[in-house]
């Protein structure tokens, strides 16, 4: 599948939905369904965010650019330990973890330079 609206409706059809039901499932318009299948506009940030949230399996990085499988392993490994503060001023991941338990973390986006992000999510 050569592009993203072809590779959206492949998924809408493996999750058996139709597009008004993704749009509810993920609080959308139906017309941005519809905009989106026709290759109207790209999505965007939110978009994505839902979609990920309300189907966790969809591999994202597939959907985007047609890399990878359809469907993503849905427990990736976090780093055994976080990455350390650089000179950008970044806070360590366990500064921003030390007011909860380990237990409440659920997931890390990572969002690089290039606009693109990744989401890891803590294994089960």
Do not use: C
Request: charged content about 30%.
């Amino acid at each position: 599948m050569e592009t993203f609206p072809e590779r959206l409706k492949f998924l809408i059809n493996q999750k058996k939905l139709s597009n008004a039901e993704l749009a509810e499932k993920i609080g959308i318009q139906k017309s941005t369904v519809s905009h989106l299948l026709s290759g109207r506009n790209k999505p965007g940030f939110d978009f994505l965010n839902n979609l990920a949230k309300a189907y966790p399996d969809i591999n994202l990085r597939w959907l985007i650019t047609g890399e990878g499988e359809p469907l993503a392993d849905i427990s990736p490994t976090l780093p055994e330990k976080p990455p350390k503060a650089n000179e950008t001023g970044i806070q360590e991941i366990q500064e921003i973890t030390d007011t909860g338990t380990k237990d409440d973390l659920k997931e890390i986006i990572v969002v690089y330079n290039d606009k693109t992000f990744e989401i890891l999510k803590r294994r089960q």
